[in-house]
């Protein structure tokens, strides 16, 4: 009787439950006979009295359990099912043991949403730290400009040269106000914008010769040399988005020079991945620590906050790179060692 309780189908239950009102009936009307002997014992009266009461019993409570506990129970399981899959709704039970499909079902809902809400935790802590960089990347611009302003004001207008000093200091911070949004609107260009409309072939060498022209100047004033790892004589053909990549170049060959030694070496390679070419940027620098490697893609992250700042830049640069290199369903890695110095490989597909 007890295994029969337990069970979670409505017509065990019922029949489990009108069993017993029947047995304790039964015992009750010979326990009747027993002590008041007036009362004559009838197989026959016993028998039909036991069946009705059996039948009304088993009927009475199977139709509670059905309509009060079970069909509900039944609607809260088909919720579950409909908002958890948001595609079976028409999903449809064939089986009685309800009680024990709607706690695996909870328990697999519970897990997947626990998942949700960690994941929502994540972007929120990251939501708050990205709106806190930017805060924080306006914010020094913004105030050194108030502060000149000040000065000016409160008499050094009636000095030429000082005058002169902190108009153009004014004006970089006016430049890195503008590199930030730039940036910021490069990025937001880069989640909307489908890159593959304007994928073209061409020389991904030629174009890497183009960038390197750009930084002639930055580079010796360093005395740091640009070069490839072999002469490459032939054309190494690419398809994707020229400008883009030609920003990725940019992007990466920028930020070697800032992080590299003085009288130090910046090597570009190109490799053959069978459908892809890899390309490699590789400085003799600072180096990046371990720890910091796997946030080097993050807006605004940097790894040495105030010597990264004296350099330059506005802390999008890799995300930006990150960003194009993954819109052309690519690739893109980097190794380094403290002191020694960085290297950026990407991938890109073979025309």
Known sequence: MKKLINTTNPKKIS??????????????YILSCFIFQEIKFNYFAL??????IFIFSYSLFFFVLKRF?????????????????NKDKNHELDKEDIIKEVKEEVEEWS?????????????????REYIGNISHELKNPIFNIQ??????????????????????????NVERIIDIIEDLDTISELEITNLKANFIKFDILKLANEVLDLFIDKATKKNIKIFFREPYSNPIFAVGDK??????????????????????????????MDKNHLV?????????HKDDLS???????????????????????????KHIIEAHNQTINVRSTIGIGTSFAFTILKA
């Open 47 to 52: 028998l039909l009295f036991n069946v009705s």
């Open 147 to 172: 502060g000149y302003v000040h000065s000016l004001i409160n008499g050094a207008l009636n000095d030429n040269k000082l005058t002169k000093k902190y108009l153009k200091r004014t004006n970089k």
């Open 15 to 28: 029949l489990a439950v009108a069993s017993s009102i029947t047995l304790f009936v039964t015992l009750l």
């Open 295 to 321: 946030r080097v893609f993050e807006r605004f992250y940097r790894t040495d906050k105030a010597r990264s700042r004296d350099n330059g830049g506005t802390g999008l640069g890799l995300a930006i790179v």
């Open 280 to 288: 490699e940027i590789t400085d003799e620098g600072l180096g990046i």
């Open 111 to 127: 897990k997947e949403h626990n998942t949700e809400i960690s994941t929502l935790k994540e972007r929120e802590t990251f939501r």
């Open 69 to 85: 506990i079970y069909d509900k129970i039944r609607l809260i399981y088909k919720t579950i099912r409909n908002l958890k899959l």
């Open 243 to 272: 400008n883009k990549i030609k920003q990725v170049f940019i992007n990466l060959i920028d930020n070697a020079i800032k992080y590299s030694f003085k009288d130090s070496k910046i090597k570009i390679s190109f490799f053959d």
